[in-house]
């Protein structure tokens, strides 16, 4: 009777995990490996090959590795900051490093659109200062520019989350058996944040290598990254074997990354954000 | 009488502007079981931390063996702690955790694994090298944190409350291995308990604290059975506390009857403190005794019994070993050498709290 209830009640994530994750995924997998005629080929996945499918894979690692390292590189001190403040005014700092999280996307990445364009405020104010304009929309910086600020709580959420979770005694106890300051960052705060550096990396590099909305937007059609490519492909060329066929290579990069991160994740506990 | 170790001298903190230590000055000698007994929030913990350095007092110094430490931070201190929460380092196995001073002070690895093997077997945990902090019992994790702490050959040990997220039994197997501990290793502990029962097993000296003043500082025997004001008195064990007013030396009028007593000094017709333990009340039959009332409950604590007797409008705590029943007319007996006498508290240095422990 208990088990049948349990049964019961998920039904509804079945559906869902069924219906938006599991047949999407399947109806992916048949067009990538099919032409248009429906007949089987591996046309679509070694088109990756072709050096401008190549270019654009190996743009977007690039782009997706620079964008997570530098939000890395701003989380980490960022999260040290927040756990040293005062517990009152933590919990509102954090809250307004999320509250962009709660504007839609594509309105923040349009905005910076018209900050960094060539007329735009940033040369205006630049150039009110006597400084020299200059041309950052439509280039590679612009993009990781935008990436960075878009992802950039999905890196400070885990590894402050891991932080505040190192109690103030195992802090003293360390002093207390003889580190300094700079010996308790390097044997207690940097290894028990491990799992929330790594789960920050995969919250901001797999949606940074999969993009295609920021590169559009802020690289206006001259930074081609893979995930444009297989926009094209379904929304211009409407060739869907092709968009499948490359999505299939991307997928496989994404797991493979997410595979590596969680390979280094010793603690086993990281991955939940919140 | 062996040499005084640490002075803490004329001590001030607060918090937030409000004051948890007051002009506090203690003095800990060379191999001293120190405990600081008292309520919860006055301000044991705070002074735990100044010793091993986790704050700095507003006011005052600390002293170690001589020389002034007061601005040296803790890892600088010859002294280490094991904190009530054990805080063992989660991402270590045990053999790591207790190494990890002696990694730091950069010892050979040698020294280090025999130290390992050593601590171990100190606290009865021999094997455990290899185990994550996450599959010890509470027990296990504690002796894991004393062994952390001894390790490092600190001239003093600092516990705060190590014993408080135990069970009882274990507790007292503890305490007892605690005392082995100590004696083993020839080192000064200071202790920190608002358990007044594991003070008076363990200390040689008691502090009693409250409200971040100095109550009394004593053997456990002097604090038992001489207690120097009702706080005191109340907060170790069980005691009568009633209101009483000194006719002349060595006679005591208390809930209108007036009784022989043995102090003096404390001139005529004073508003006094009577103290009187419930073990030195005894019950007889009428007209025996000072004063008559009537049972109004029993309880049977295994080693004694639990009696409440109202008398002219107090509730007498007793334990006897002799049995009665409930609604008895009983006589109120206690000889002049049990009764103590206080002072009614004056300033608020000797402020006594109604507190329930
Ligand atoms: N870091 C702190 N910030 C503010 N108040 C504190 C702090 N530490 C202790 N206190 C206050 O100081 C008082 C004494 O605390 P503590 O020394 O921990 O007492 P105890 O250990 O005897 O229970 C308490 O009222 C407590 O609230
Ligand atoms: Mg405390």
């Known amino acids: 009777m208990y088990n049948f209830k349990r049964q019961f009640l998920s039904g509804p994530y079945i559906i869902w995990i069924v219906g938006f994750i599991v047949l999407p995924i399947l109806v992916i997998c048949y067009y990538g490996i099919t032409d248009a005629s429906g007949s089987f080929t591996l046309e679509n996945i070694i088109a990756i090959s072709e050096p401008i499918h190549m270019k654009a894979l190996l743009l977007s690692l690039k782009l997706a590795l620079v964008s997570t390292l530098l939000c890395l590189a701003l989380s980490y001190p960022l999260a040290m900051i927040l756990n040293g403040l005062h517990v009152k005014h933590q919990s509102f700092i954090v809250f307004i490093f999320v509250l962009p999280m709660w504007m839609n996307f594509m309105l923040r990445i349009l905005a910076w659109q018209l900050i960094l364009s060539n007329n735009g405020i940033l040369n205006t104010v630049f150039q009110a200062l006597g400084l020299p304009r200059v041309s950052l929309l439509n280039t590679p910086a612009a993009v990781v520019f935008g990436m960075v600020y878009d992802y950039l709580p999905f890196m400070i959420l885990p590894i402050y989350n891991s932080m505040s979770r190192i109690g103030n005694d195992i802090v003293d106890a360390a002093r207390d058996l003889g580190c300094n300051k700079f010996q308790v960052f390097a044997k207690i705060i940097l290894p028990l944040t491990v799992s929330g550096v790594l789960s920050g990396i995969i919250m901001v590099f797999v949606p940074a290598l999969t993009s295609f909305v920021i590169s559009n937007l802020l690289g206006g059609g001259k930074v081609l990254l893979i995930g444009n490519v297989i926009e094209q492909e379904f929304m211009q060329n409407t060739n869907w074997n092709m968009g499948s066929g490359l999505s299939i290579v991307l997928m496989i990069f994404v797991i493979a990354s997410m595979a590596f991160m969680n390979s280094h994740n010793k603690e086993g506990e990281g991955t939940a954000v919140w | ?357």
């Open chain 2, 1 to 357: 009488m062996e040499k005084e170790l640490i002075h803490l001298s004329h001590i001030s903190k607060s918090y937030d502007g409000s004051l948890v230590l007051d002009d506090l000055d203690l003095k800990i000698r060379e191999n001293e079981f120190m405990t600081l007994l008292g309520p919860s929030g006055c301000g044991k913990t705070t002074t735990l931390r100044l010793l091993g350095g986790f704050e700095t007092p507003d006011a005052g110094s600390v002293f170690f063996d001589g020389a002034d430490i007061t601005a040296l931070p803790p890892n600088e201190r010859k002294l280490n702690t094991v904190f009530q929460k054990y805080a063992l380092f989660p991402h270590m196995s045990i053999a790591e955790n207790i190494a990890f001073g002696l990694k730091i002070s950069k010892k050979s690895k040698s020294y280090i694994s025999d130290k390992i093997k050593y601590a171990l077997k100190l606290v009865n945990l021999d094997g455990f090298e290899k185990r994550s902090v996450d599959s010890l019992s509470g027990g296990q994790q504690q002796r894991i944190a004393i062994a952390r702490a001894i390790v490092n050959e600190p001239k003093v040990l600092l516990l705060d409350e190590p014993l408080g997220a135990l069970d009882l039994k274990l507790r007292q197997d503890m305490q007892y291995e605690l005392i082995r501990l100590k004696e083993e290793l020839g080192i000064t502990f200071v202790y920190v308990t608002h358990d007044q029962e594991e003070a008076l097993t363990m200390s040689d000296t008691i502090v009693v604290m409250n409200q971040g003043y100095i109550q009394q500082i004593g053997t456990p025997e002097d604090i038992y059975n001489e207690p120097t004001n009702a706080f005191v008195a109340d907060f170790i064990g069980d005691s009568n506390i009633i209101d009483g007013t000194m006719i002349k030396d060595k006679l005591v009028n208390i809930l209108g009857v007036t009784i022989p007593c043995v102090d003096t000094g404390f001139g005529q017709n004073k508003p006094v403190d009577v103290v009187i333990r419930p073990e030195d009340v005894e019950l007889s039959d009428p007209p025996n005794g000072f004063m008559e009332g009537d049972i109004v409950s029993i309880i049977f604590k295994g080693v004694h019994y639990e009696i409440e007797v109202r008398a002219n409008g107090y509730d007498w705590l007793v334990h006897t070993t002799k049995l009665f029943s409930v609604g008895t007319h009983v006589g109120i007996s206690v000889i002049p050498f049990n009764i103590q006498i206080m002072n009614k508290p004056e300033s608020s240095d000797e402020k006594a709290v109604e507190i329930d422990v």
